[in-house]
């Protein structure tokens, strides 16, 4: 069974990047997609993007397109995002989720504020 | 974008009772969605996949039904353990899209 462990909490200011860690265990990792989704605190859920890692293929939706950047790591077996331009909107926790979502990460939190 | 409506979006129940939640998509996913549970504090559990298909280790009152743009979400028996907020994701097409979520409190 697939294990995601997410890197710490960040603190940035706005105008500045953030870049979360999903390190994975337990499968094949070049086997896999990640997403990334978000959630702002009491709201829903945002999927921001997916990469299929042997192919290295990303794709992001078009909200967060030009802001974030997701990538894969197959010889660490860590999936990144990396979402720029941060501005107070953007205070959530992040989640690194597998295939088609089955398992996620803890989440890391993200606070954007000056 | 495939947008994900949920009903009710919240209801209050009682330990034993029948609990069923509602997942509407705005066109055909086939059977592409899931059913999740989250907790306050916690990361989402998946508790079905492919609209009726139980998760691994998931207990057996949790049950899905439905296909193309209807789908439901079943707990035969509440149990203490599942006061918590149930969501849908769509996965049949990007952006993947979630329900609101359905929060499932005590009567």
């Known amino acids: 069974q697939v294990q995601l462990v997410q890197s710490g909490a960040e603190v940035k200011k706005p105008g500045s990047s953030v870049k979360v860690s999903c390190k994975a265990s337990?499968?094949?990792?070049?086997?896999?997609?990640i997403s990334w989704v978000r959630q702002a605190p009491g709201q829903g859920f945002e999927w921001m993007g997916r990469?299929?890692?042997?192919?290295?293929?990303?794709s992001y939706a078009q909200k967060f397109q030009g802001r974030v950047t997701i990538n894969a790591d197959k010889s660490t077996t860590t999936a990144y995002m990396e979402l720029s331009s941060l501005r107070s909107e953007d205070t959530a926790i992040y989640y690194c989720?597998?295939?088609?979502?089955?398992?996620w990460g803890e989440g890391t939190t993200v606070s954007v504020s000056s | 974008d495939i947008q994900m409506t949920q009903s009710p979006s919240s209801l209050s129940a009682s330990v034993g009772d029948r609990v069923t939640i509602t997942c509407r998509a705005s066109?055909?996913?086939?059977?592409?969605l899931g059913w999740y549970q989250q907790k306050p504090g916690k990361a989402p559990k998946r508790l079905i996949y492919?609209?009726?298909s139980l998760q691994s280790g998931v207990p057996s009152r949790f049950s899905g039904s439905g296909s193309g743009t209807e789908f439901t979400l079943t707990i035969s028996s509440l149990q203490p353990e599942d006061f918590a907020t149930y969501f849908c994701?769509?996965?049949?097409?990007?952006?993947?899209?979630f329900g609101p979520g359905t929060k499932v409190d005590v009567k």
């Open positions: 337990g499968g094949t990792f070049s086997s896999y997609a």
């Open positions: 990469i299929i890692v042997n192919l290295g293929l990303a």
């Open positions: 492919g609209a009726a």
């Open positions: 994701l769509q996965f049949n097409n990007y952006p993947f899209t």
């Open positions: 066109q055909d996913i086939r059977n592409d």
């Open positions: 989720a597998s295939g088609h979502m089955d398992v």
